[in-house]
């Protein structure tokens, strides 16, 4: 793969070899970190040996002689062995407080071929009472070996006395029960699709209809057990590598969350908290800013440990459901596996451009940062004429504004982004599980445009990786992988899991990747003062890998374990390697 020659910096060319004093009153070390190679990431992607920590943050890096200057009578010397350190990895999009829970009262299926979700289904069946429902939280064919559309008589084998709903965000498919039991009679709404030869619904459900099935609610649970699993989950995060995280999407009861873990002393990750706040879409520039100022935040409100972030909106569905906005239609491979029975259909858009523009203004003079859950090319392109609109009078290149997933890049939307500075939040493990059935769909062509990561670092724009963890608990298994070295090394290979490999001139090195789950989600939050690389005066958040990234085997990437993580300077993982 690449070269890393051209990337890194010795130490004899190191430049920030020692500085203290002005970081803190102490002249010694409350921890050495020594003999080790020291991945910065800083500017000159310089490589060092040690690294002094005092009160949280970084004191010196540089070769051992140096630090060990630093070494007191209570100083804590941990020897790395040779081990590579990276800076602390950044999650720049997931759901830790809904995926914290989503195991909480039994642990959900990992299921590969429709046959295994089949017999998932039937000993639910045998397990429970007639009329009880049986659900999947996330379900998506597409990831299943077989590719291929369920049956509503399948399911109806399998479960003839129980609902079934498999749940796939923007869409999904229930049994002939769960039509029964909701007293869906209306089969014309449009959420219902049909068999387009006998009219009848087929199973399938878009988003717009979930409201009419007659779920039962979920087990209440307790602020304490909330909490609790919100913990447990952000250490299993830490056991990756993970020392901040972008919370994808909610409000105020999330925030207010991880400040009680932040007040308890128990938030081993930092927090950059978005927002999607219920908006009229039909209200005026003035009614939308009276809406956020009653809010109380914007941007950046908080603290080091949990921060206010952006300001969200959903865009569009999803990709795995069809229902991402595209281009151009979804065309004719899409009816066997979305049930779409118009090859022009596109997919969903949920903000017209007018009104998209007059959210982004709000957010832009109430001093929020804006971003958009967008998965089709056409929401992208929507997206970027709404941004357009607003930079001819309030210039946003500095505002550090983002496309969520997006997915589909095309070169005119790369320009544009590049010239209004728009970052781009991309999940290269949906590149890595979503690929093939994409291209079954879509073809090769349509697919050039997908996650097309190096024509977009080459034109100046800033990538951020993340992974849309939002069910199941471990990280390879999650529905959303949120293993980051997982997602680098399928960035790095172009691999998908199948073991093939796609558009490969779209790759990048290993340092570009490191860079994504690094200092460019610093600077997405507004923190490249304060994380992102291994500098002086900087946040001691740093990993200690089981194998060096940028010289292991490629293919070992995805396979290295942290072995030591520290957040602020406190040890909050350690897999017991090290003295």
């Known amino acids: 793969m690449h070269s890393i020659s051209n990337y890194i910096r010795p130490l004899a060319t190191l430049t920030i070899l020692l500085i203290f004093g002005c970081q803190s009153e102490k002249n010694y070390a409350d921890i050495i970190l020594l003999s080790g190679k020291i991945i910065t990431m800083d500017k000159t992607l310089s490589i060092a040996e040690a690294i002094a920590i005092t009160d949280g943050k970084l004191m010196a890096v540089g070769d051992d002689n140096d630090i060990l200057r630093l070494r007191g009578d209570s100083t804590k010397v941990i020897k790395l062995q040779g081990h590579a350190v990276i800076p602390g990895l950044i999650e720049n999009h997931a759901h830790p407080v809904s995926a914290s829970v989503s195991e909480f009262s039994e642990k959900i299926p990992d299921v590969h071929t ?36 369920l049956t509503k008589q399948e399911l109806d084998s399998v479960a003839p006395h129980n609902p079934v709903f498999l749940n796939g965000s923007y869409g999904g498919f229930i049994n002939s029960k769960a039509f029964e039991l909701s007293r869906i009679t209306d089969t014309q709404h ?41 913990q447990q989950l952000l250490q299993l995060y830490n056991k990756v590598g993970i020392t901040s995280v972008c919370s994808g999407s909610g409000g105020q009861d999330e925030l207010s969350m991880f400040k009680r873990l932040m007040d308890r002393d128990q938030l081993t990750v930092r927090v950059f908290q978005n927002f999607r706040i219920p908006f009229d879409t039909k209200a005026s520039l003035e009614e939308l800013m009276k809406t956020l100022k009653a809010y109380g935040y914007k941007t950046g ?18 990709m795995l459901t069809g ?50 859950h967008v998965t089709g090319g056409g929401g992208v392109d929507t997206l970027l004429a709404a941004y357009e609109i607003v930079d001819s009078s309030r210039k946003i290149n500095q505002k550090r504004f983002s496309i969520i997933h997006g997915n589909f890049y095309t070169k005119e939307a790369i320009r544009k982004m590049a010239l209004m500075g728009i970052y781009a939040d ?14 079954r769909i879509l073809g090769k062509q349509r697919m050039e445009s997908f996650h097309p990561y190096r024509s977009m670092m080459e034109a100046g724009i800033l990538i951020n990786g993340g992974s849309d963890h939002m069910v199941k608990l471990d990280p390879v298994a999650s529905i959303n992988p949120y293993n980051p070295f997982l997602a680098m090394w399928s960035a790095i290979t172009r ?30 939050s507004f923190e490249e003062d304060l994380k992102g690389s291994i500098e002086v005066g900087k946040f001691a958040d740093l990993v200690v890998l089981s194998n060096d ?31």
């Not at 099935?213 to 919100?230: C, F, G």
């Not at 001139?505 to 860079?515: D, T, Y």
């Not at 940028?550 to 993982?573: E, H, M, Q, W, Y």
């Open 426 to 439: 991309m999940q290269p493990a949906w590149f890595y599980k979503d690929t093939n059935a994409l291209l």
């Open 549 to 579: 990234i940028l010289t292991c085997p490629v293919d070992a990437i995805r396979s290295i374990k942290p072995i030591l993580t520290l957040v602020n300077g406190k040890v909050v993982f350690d897999d017991g390697t090290l003295e």
């Open 301 to 318: 409100h908080g603290n080091e440990w949990v921060k206010v972030g952006a300001l969200k909106v959903v865009l569009d569905g999803g």
């Open 190 to 230: 449009p959420g219902i699709l049909r068999d387009k030869k006998t009219g009848d619904a087929n199973g399938m459900i878009r988003q717009a209809a979930f409201h009419l099935l007659s779920i039962p609610p979920e087990k209440k649970l307790s602020d304490e057990e909330r909490l609790t699993a919100l």
């Open 495 to 524: 691999k998908t899991d199948s073991h093939t490999v796609f558009n490969p001139g779209q790759s990048i090195s290993r340092i570009q990747a490191l860079q994504m789950y690094t200092i460019n989600n610093a600077y997405a």
């Open 323 to 372: 229902t991402a906005y595209l281009n151009e239609g979804w065309g004719p491979k899409a009816k066997e596996m979305f049930g779409i029975n118009d090859p022009h259909y596109r997919g969903e858009l949920f903000f017209s451009k007018k009104e998209l523009v007059n959210i982004i203004t709000a957010a832009f003079d109430a001093g929020w940062k804006f971003t958009a």
């Open 114 to 149: 429709i046959r295994d979700l089949l017999q998932w289904i039937h000993t639910e069946a045998v397990k429970k009472e007639d009329n009880q429902w049986i659900i999947h939280p996330k379900l998506f064919v597409t990831r299943l070996g077989d590719m291929r559309q």
